[in-house]
């Protein structure tokens, strides 16, 4: 359901409210009280507790929070009790390097003291409640409450701690299964061994994706998704051409692929002659790439590591970083951010980029059977009305292959990046633009595609690579995003409609997208779409 700009400031402050922290043992996300409550009830740490019953200071409390990021940080498995000895408790305040954040805009450092008002207005209240209870009876009544709440609050403790005994026992014998197995991973290193054996599952050496709390990971363990990657031939072959057209270059090369999947573009690579390949993936897709590699007498060239990028530490720097980490409308998935952080932490000076160049392009179109079939279809189905239906509808951008002839504009390039320079910060921008209408039409919607680029201005010799996802190309995968236009509008040919854009990531889920989009003529300045929201998800 798309709304207007009046409607935009309530939509914000109900989505945008509180910022979202990561709890200090694992890698849930969610807003800090919600953080606080599930450290208590999943890690057995209360800090508002503690707080309270050390009289911590403001900066004791800082250098606490610090100090356990600190140490789960080095050793994941690090735990900290809410009965945390004196003495410990005394060497963690005193040492003044616990100050020193560990996480840049630890949402928990600025949060804590709501907590402790909380706690401290709830025991408050219930003393209050029973000194204002006018009859004995009122004051055993609201003291059988009290120890109820109590009782409830154990219940829940000890259901935590069954819990984590029953994890305990799953794992320990994942533990046992995986000494059985010879050609395991060793997941401190994050490494995949390339030995003769093999496990009787893809899935048994790896630790689950749906363990590390993204179900993107997940998404990608399934073999029909990588069908249909690879079976796009126009996504597949550029990628290839990059790499076998540009032979010379690559020789000798070291080369990181980021998302490495099933491990198509590592190999590419090795057969283009690069001396050593590191391939990592955070699914557990990664088992059945390093079969393919084997298969194919790849293992001494190219090394897997199961992990986020991250997280791993690789032997050496590399020549050039490869990633297939376009998603739909280009920015959805997120997954630029991590390749951006790949480059800035293991590309060499003066590295390449694969693609090394992106942009998003807009344009008009108009598809009346296509908008009768899908939006209209709501009002009237076997003879009744369902157009609720297509508020929900109309609020995502519609991810489909559309007719070339449906285009009644140029195609207006909204945002370029050059990939060896783009910052994360980069990637949420406003921009304005001007479509130059083809012909006379009435336009039904936006329609938003990419294009990519492979190219070394370093190199003269080097072939470029280009692949654009228009609808006036051979259709990929990726097919288009298709903003509908709740009010469709008349153009004439030669007309100039004037628009604005503005994505951002969605702060719930970073893998989302937000897209505001408004329209007017240049002409007379009639609005036609006025900062309407549409989600990319």
Known sequence: MAYNSDEDDNWDDWTDNEEEAICLFCDKKDIPSAIFSHMTLEHNFNFTKLRTKEKMEFYDCIKILNYIRRNVKE???????????????????????????????????????????????????????????????????????????????????????????????????????????????????????????????????????????????????????????????????????????????????????????????????????????YSVDNSSIISKARKNVKENGLEDIITLYYGKIEDIVLPEKVDVIVSEWMGYFLLFEGMLDSVIQARDKCLVDGGLMGPSDTSMILSLIENEDWINSYYNYWNDVYGFKMTSMKKEYILDGQVAIMDPKSIVSDEVTVKSWDLNKVSIEDLSFTSEFKFTCAKDARVHGICGYFDITFKNPNDPTFEDVYFSTSLLCKPTHWKQCTFILENAFNVKQGEVIQGTITVARLKRNHRDLKVDLSLSRASTNEILLDKVRYFVR
Not at 89 to 97: F, M, Y
Not at 205 to 223: P, Q, R, V
Request: aromatic share 10%; net charge negative; charged share 35%.
């Open 75 to 277: 050793n994941p498995a690090f735990t900290m009790s809410t009965d945390i000895s004196k003495a410990e408790l005394k060497s963690v305040i005193d040492d003044d390097t616990n100050l020193q954040p560990v996480l840049m805009d630890d949402a928990l450092l600025y949060a804590f003291e709501d907590e402790e008002e909380a706690y401290d207005s709830e025991e408050e209240k219930k003393k209050q409640e029973i000194q204002h209870a006018q009859s004995q009876n009122e004051i055993e009544l609201l003291k059988r409450i009290h120890e109820t709440e109590e009782k409830l609050k154990k219940i829940e403790q000890a259901f935590s701690d069954y819990k984590q005994a029953v994890q305990k026992t799953f794992f320990d014998k994942l533990d046992n299964k995986k000494d059985a197995v010879p050609d395991l991973p060793e997941l401190e290193e994050k490494e995949i061994k390339n030995n003769d054996d093999d496990s009787e599952s893809d899935h048994e050496n790896i630790d689950s994706d749906l363990e590390n709390g993204d179900y993107y990971f997940t998404s990608y363990a399934n073999t029909d998704i990588h069908i249909q990657m690879l079976q796009d031939s126009v996504r597949t072959s550029s990628y290839r051409d990059f790499f076998y057209n540009n032979k010379s270059f690559f020789k000798g090369k070291t080369v990181l692929d980021v998302g490495c999947g099933t491990g198509i573009l590592s190999m590419f690579a090795a057969k283009a002659g690069a001396k050593k390949v």
